[in-house]
């Protein structure tokens, strides 16, 4: 109960520091003019988002950052080991190198030679898969993090070398998967806030304090952004944050060993995805047919005649019960 005390108020640490410093950020953004640029193919009611500040990852990055790391500077000079966990300094570093590649693609978008269309899509998905690797590895060689639980079994499932490439795949999907989710105010950091404590608390019935500190830290801090965020948007989180923010969620799911779960607990950022493939592939087979009236699937609501914030509550209850139903079938 005392882990559990700790790690919420943790928690609202993280969103008292991002909601402070969460103005004085806006107006460095808005001084430099980092403002998000809207595609010509998006629905029209999209364009009143033309020149809102993007690249606002930055918000909660830096806070869980800040946290996290005071925590785990306490372990690592050796002063005391009992109140932090080293094992989170892996997703720490994720969280930092997928938001260093969005910070690179959101400013090539906005002020590079690509102005408009960021980083070529080649690029930003070898560096994607190369940090995936990296991690997959550390997980299963390093960490020793279970390889998969399975509702039903009550042990660890063993991959062998298949963990690696299974991983990697998984930290990739579900960074795309944030991204794609990321379109409308408050979408995606509601979205992954309430995976995110979903792992938090799986990490808390698994007695991964540190984990799960880092877990509640972390939705302290979307919880902050979010004050900013929901509609109508002051502030827009760019791939800064879609990117480490489902990179992060991923893994903090292979650290658990339930990443099956995402499947459920992350079914909003998976039909996402899913309708993007979709959508190209049946654009592919049929020769210029649409599935979908627009992709991602949020944008297709819109265009049925949902307003932008019905599409959103309706996501996030989905997803809510979603993570409702994963935690209760992790422990299966």
Same mark, same amino acid.
């Given at each position: /109960?005392?882990?559990?005390? &700790? +790690?919420? +108020?943790?928690?609202?640490?993280?969103?008292?520091?991002?909601?402070? %410093?969460? *103005?004085?950020?806006?107006?460095?953004?808005? !001084?430099?003019?980092?403002?998000?640029?809207?595609?010509?193919? $998006?629905?029209?009611? !999209?364009?009143?988002? /033309?020149?809102?500040?993007?690249?606002?990852?930055? /918000?909660?990055?830096?806070?869980?950052?800040?946290?996290? *790391?005071?925590?785990?500077?306490?372990?690592?000079? #050796?002063?005391?080991? +009992?109140?932090?966990?080293? +094992?989170?300094?892996?997703? /720490?570093?994720?969280?930092?190198?997928?938001?260093?590649?969005?910070?690179?693609?959101? %400013?090539?978008?906005?002020?590079?030679?690509?102005?408009?269309?960021?980083?070529?899509?080649?690029?930003?998905?070898? &560096?994607?898969?190369?940090?995936?690797?990296?991690?997959?590895?550390?997980?299963?060689?390093?960490?020793?993090?279970?390889?998969?639980?399975?509702? *039903?079994?009550?042990?660890?499932? $063993?991959?062998?070398?298949?963990?690696?490439?299974?991983?990697?795949?998984?930290?990739? @999907?579900?960074?795309?998967?944030?991204?794609?989710?990321?379109?409308?105010?408050?979408?995606?950091?509601?979205?992954?806030?309430? @995976?995110?404590?979903a792992f938090g608390g799986i990490a808390l019935i698994q007695e991964q304090v540190y984990l799960a500190r880092f877990c509640f830290i972390l939705v302290g801090a979307l919880f #902050?952004?979010?004050?900013?965020?929901? !509609?109508?948007?002051?502030?827009?989180?760019?791939?800064? *944050?879609?990117?480490?923010?489902?990179?992060?969620?991923?893994?903090?799911?292979?650290?658990?060993?339930? %990443?099956?779960?995402?499947?459920?607990?992350?079914?909003?950022?998976?039909?996402?995805?899913?309708?993007?493939?979709?959508?190209?592939g049946y654009f592919k087979w049929t020769k210029g047919k649409r599935f979908f009236k627009m992709a991602p699937i949020h944008l297709h609501f819109e265009l049925l005649g949902w307003s932008e914030t019905q599409v959103v509550q309706r996501f996030w209850l989905i997803g809510l019960m979603a993570?409702?139903?994963?935690?209760?079938?992790?422990?299966?």
């Amino acid at each position: /109960m005392r882990q559990i005390a &700790f +790690s919420l +108020s943790l928690a609202g640490l993280a969103f008292i520091m991002t909601a402070i %410093w969460g *103005g004085p950020l806006l107006r460095i953004l808005r !001084h430099f003019k980092v403002g998000k640029i809207i595609r010509v193919e $998006e629905p029209d009611s !999209h364009r009143v988002k /033309m020149g809102t500040p993007t690249m606002g990852g930055v /918000m909660f990055i830096l806070s869980v950052l800040l946290l996290s *790391g005071l925590l785990n500077a306490v372990a690592l000079i #050796g002063v005391a080991t +009992s109140g932090v966990g080293r +094992s989170v300094l892996l997703p /720490m570093v994720v969280m930092f190198g997928y938001a260093l590649l969005g910070a690179v693609d959101d %400013w090539e978008g906005i002020r590079g030679k690509r102005k408009g269309d960021g980083m070529r899509s080649s690029t930003k998905f070898t &560096f994607q898969v190369l940090l995936a690797i990296g991690t997959a590895y550390v997980l299963k060689y390093v960490i020793d993090a279970p390889d998969v639980y399975i509702p *039903g079994l009550f042990f660890e499932v $063993e991959l062998g070398w298949f963990y690696v490439p299974i991983a990697a795949f998984i930290i990739v @999907a579900e960074s795309n998967a944030i991204n794609f989710t990321d379109g409308l105010d408050g979408l995606a950091g509601l979205i992954a806030a309430t @995976a995110i404590a979903a792992f938090g608390g799986i990490a808390l019935i698994q007695e991964q304090v540190y984990l799960a500190r880092f877990c509640f830290i972390l939705v302290g801090a979307l919880f #902050g952004f979010l004050w900013f965020n929901v !509609h109508p948007a002051e502030l827009i989180m760019g791939d800064t *944050g879609s990117l480490s923010l489902g990179a992060v969620l991923a893994v903090v799911a292979l650290m658990t060993g339930q %990443w099956p779960m995402l499947l459920i607990i992350g079914i909003i950022p998976l039909s996402e995805m899913l309708s993007v493939v979709i959508q190209i592939g049946y654009f592919k087979w049929t020769k210029g047919k649409r599935f979908f009236k627009m992709a991602p699937i949020h944008l297709h609501f819109e265009l049925l005649g949902w307003s932008e914030t019905q599409v959103v509550q309706r996501f996030w209850l989905i997803g809510l019960m979603a993570a409702l139903i994963g935690i209760g079938l992790s422990q299966v």
